[in-house]
């Protein structure tokens, strides 16, 4: 069963922009790609979700290129309260189970 | 409103112990769903739910059973606990069914049960 990578960790300092990318290579026909944040001791929360091209909201920015293998989340302007791990989620069939798979997260740390 | 609530928020077990770990959701979803997260490791998924009366097996069900009992509450149960489920467990739910094409599969998790199993 392919899973999803992400990069296990980055730092950045406060009012940069954050790119952090996920790749999914087997990610289902019609399955969305969604982030998560999680901090410490707490369940995660939803950032953003979208199938091609560019979603953007009010926290952040989803980047999927043609192929949709790969997506990429963009946190403008970060600030220390942004520090957190952040999870891109992809569903995949697997033998006709359909299953989520969680990446390994990657843990931002906001500098001042 | 309080969204997505997990019982009992700690637990310490002894090995061959037996457990329930509740959940509820008062959001009216169709899905809920139960992860492991192991420390410093993300999330896996044990078992799902995509409507009330069935479920399905996710990446690790090996040790775990569930029920959906209704569409608010979906169980999970550790028949004979061991070291190797220690572990944060949350419970999730998410209007939309899994591998609906609709974007509607926003999960809503809970704050999570802690478990340790001596």
């Known amino acids: 069963l392919a899973k999803t990578t992400q990069p296990i960790s980055m730092d950045s300092y406060e009012g940069q922009e954050v790119n952090i990318t996920c790749s999914h290579n087997?990610?289902?026909?019609?399955?969305?790609i969604t982030w998560y944040q999680q901090f410490p001791s707490q369940g995660p929360r939803f950032i953003i979700q979208g199938y091609k091209t560019k979603v953007t909201n009010e926290v952040a920015s989803l980047f999927i290129p043609a192929d949709r293998k790969s997506s990429t989340l963009s946190l403008p302007r970060v600030s220390l309260s942004d520090t957190a791990v952040y999870y891109c989620l992809v569903g995949e069939t697997d033998s006709g189970t359909y299953k989520y798979i969680f990446g390994t997260g990657t843990r931002l740390k906001v500098l001042a | 409103n309080a969204g997505v609530t997990q019982t009992p928020k700690f637990q310490v077990l002894k090995t061959g112990q037996s457990m329930t770990l509740q959940c509820a959701q008062d959001m009216n979803h169709n899905s809920m769903y139960w992860y492991r997260q192991d420390p410093g490791m993300g999330l896996r998924l044990i078992y799902y739910?995509?409507?009330?009366?069935?479920?399905d097996k996710g990446e690790v069900p090996n040790g775990y059973n569930v029920s959906r009992l209704n569409k608010r509450e979906f169980s999970l149960r550790l028949e004979s606990a061991a070291p190797s489920q220690t572990s944060v467990y949350f419970c999730?739910?998410?209007?939309?069914?899994?591998?609906?094409?609709?974007?509607?599969?926003?999960?809503?998790f809970g704050p999570g049960t802690r478990l340790l199993v001596l």
């Open positions: 739910s995509a409507s009330e009366g069935t479920t």
């Open positions: 999730a739910s998410s209007e939309a069914v899994p591998g609906f094409a609709g974007g509607l599969e926003t999960q809503y």
């Open positions: 087997n990610i289902a026909t019609n399955d969305y």
